[in-house]
């Protein structure tokens, strides 16, 4: 894949980002707090992170795979999201990390098929 330097540069600050936050999440899940897991989830990898990175831009430079994987991503960290915040009514933490696992299997496809060049 062929993307301009300053979209690399911006791509990969966004990647480390994404590790971040699931090192955030997994903090406010030891820590009980569900609503918090759920907000960074949803806002930092979830479909409300699309436009704080700018996907439009950068998604159509992408082969159709490669969207698939990060469409995947934040559909999963936003059913995360949710779960996380059920949790928080239920007691219930099985759900929240099925859909943080398949969060996390996002990163996985993607990185094993695509790079930036
Ligand atoms: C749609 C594809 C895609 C998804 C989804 C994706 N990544 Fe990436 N990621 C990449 C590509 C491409 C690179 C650059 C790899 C290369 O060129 O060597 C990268 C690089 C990275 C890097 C290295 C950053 C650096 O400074 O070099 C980290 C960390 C990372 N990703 C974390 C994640 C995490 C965590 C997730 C899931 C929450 C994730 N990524 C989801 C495509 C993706």
């Known amino acids: 894949m062929d993307f301009p330097p300053a979209l690399t ?8 980002d994404h590790l971040l936050a699931l090192q955030q999440i997994n903090d406010a899940l030891s820590a009980g707090e ?3 897991a759920g907000r960074i989830a ?3 990898l979830g479909m409300t ?10 998604a159509k430079l992408m082969p159709q795979g490669m969207q698939d994987a990060g469409t995947a ?14 949790a928080g009514v239920t007691g219930d933490l ?3 990390l099925k859909a943080l696992g398949e969060t996390m299997s996002a990163c996985v496809d993607c990185h094993a098929g695509y790079r930036l060049k």
């Not at 540069?9 to 480390?16: D, G, S, V």
């Not at 991503?73 to 779960?83: D, E, Q, T, V």
């Open 94 to 96: 099985k759900p929240a």
């Open 9 to 16: 540069e911006h791509t990969l600050a966004n990647m480390r």
């Open 73 to 86: 991503m934040h559909k999963a960290a936003s059913r995360f999201a949710i779960a996380a915040q059920d």
């Open 42 to 44: 949803e806002q930092r």
């Open 34 to 36: 569900m609503d918090q």
């Open 49 to 58: 992170s699309l436009q704080l990175h700018g996907a439009a831009e950068v």
